[in-house]
């Protein structure tokens, strides 16, 4: 009996020895740990104080109503023009590139920059698609009433835009500044309803238009990629031309006006936006102004809508959640809500102002300091869409 019970404490020494080590093993493997995060965390800050080049990639599926499933990689990429001056805010430039289960190739690249002491800004959008697609012709009923299939709506579209804008910053909050927009839509493999669309048929074969612009703006945004207050006012009117190389002549005029309010507490926003985009000449159909884009009224199929001219407002919460230390984490949530429609702006009147509801709901996770990814559900009449981009909708 003696022998049993040396044999059973024997055993239990040895067993808490063992599971000793084993705790001190997991505590060091945690103190490691934690050791890692804030020694990757304080190199990151280091970057952002220092100005410094950051790039945080992105590889996610995705699905919207006009590609249909995709699979996109990208970036977030965030710099100084001068990195020494602590009060300009950080350059960034998302980009994205995308595959479609329905055969389609798109790519964009969105550049919002700052340069000395904010003086100048100069801002580029850049896209390209290569897709198969449909075109439901110009108006709402069209976009209501056509039906999509191989013989009424489908053809394949190419498209690419080239958009600079330099904005000099003549007095506080104040911009003047200039538009370049050089923009190309070509079908090809048109169906039989497509072709017979008076659109299609007169402008297809002019697919280049270039134009030349002036901007107003008032900014008063602190951030503006993520802005938590302040307001924009932002004044457009881009003339096209044969005389600039293009193959059409119109122009364009465009209002947009953002207001951002903080409440409750920091991180808490509202966001309000209403938009008007004018077209007036040969307005190619490639051109007309189009509800249903990813910064609009997200879950309309971008293309569906479109007319010389359109309207809509939006209406957003966008809320960080705290940590329990009640500092601000890396996720948030939005909701929003917003119409829209398109018109003829010569033949417009209350009977003919069809509107058209929006509605979603969205997660953030911030990549870099107030830059986050976002991924949306937009819900409209009879139709849905996800979105996987970078920074905000507006």
Do not use: C
Not at 76 to 92: G, H, N, V, Y
Not at 348 to 363: H, R
């Amino acid at each position: 009996m003696k022998r049993f019970l040396n044999i059973i404490i024997i055993f239990l020494l040895i067993h808490s020895h063992v599971l000793a080590q084993d705790q001190t093993t997991e505590g060091e493997k945690e103190t490691i740990k934690q050791a890692k995060k804030e020694q990757r965390a304080a190199k990151k800050a280091e970057k952002i104080e220092m100005g410094k080049f950051m790039i945080s990639p992105l590889a996610a599926p995705g699905y919207t109503p006009e590609l249909g499933a995709l699979f996109a990689i990208g970036g977030l990429a965030s710099f100084k023009t001068t990195p020494s001056d602590q009060t300009l805010q950080r350059s960034s430039l998302p980009f994205t590139l995308a595959y479609t289960t329905t055969g389609a190739f798109t790519a964009n690249a969105i550049l919002t920059s700052y340069w000395f002491g904010d003086k100048f800004r100069m801002n580029v959008d850049l896209w390209y698609k290569d897709m198969p697609d449909n075109y439901w012709g110009v108006g709402y009923d069209n976009g209501v009433n056509v039906t999509v299939s191989d013989s009424t709506t489908a053809y394949n579209r190419q498209w690419f835009l080239i958009n600079p804008r330099i904005l000099w910053q003549f007095r506080q909050n104040y911009f003047v500044g200039l538009i370049l927009d050089v923009n190309y839509t070509k079908g090809t493999e048109a169906s039989q309803g497509v072709m017979e669309d008076p659109f299609y048929e007169q402008y297809n074969d002019m697919p280049l238009n270039t134009g030349l612009g002036f901007i107003l703006r008032y900014d008063s945004r602190d951030f503006p990629v993520n802005a938590w207050k302040g307001m924009l006012v932002d004044l457009k009117a881009t003339f096209y031309s044969t005389a600039f190389g293009g193959d059409n002549t119109y122009q364009i005029y465009l209002l947009d006006l953002r207001k951002y309010q903080q409440i409750l507490r920091r991180g808490s926003t509202l966001a309000f936006q209403i938009k008007s985009r004018v077209g007036i000449g040969e307005v190619p159909y490639g051109e007309m102004s189009q509800i249903g884009t990813p910064y609009d009224l997200r879950g309309y199929t971008w293309g569906r809508f479109r007319d010389r001219s359109m309207l809509y407002f939006l209406g957003e919460w966008r809320h960080v959640f705290e940590k329990k230390n009640e500092e601000l984490s890396k996720h948030g949530a939005v909701l929003w809500v917003g119409a829209g429609t398109i018109f003829e702006q010569t033949d417009l009147d209350e009977t003919n102002m069809k509107w058209l509801p929006n509605f979603g709901f969205g997660y953030r996770f911030e990549v870099q300091p107030r830059m986050n990814i976002r991924l949306d559900v937009g819900v409209g009449r009879e139709t849905y869409g996800i979105y996987f981009n970078f920074v905000e909708a507006f």
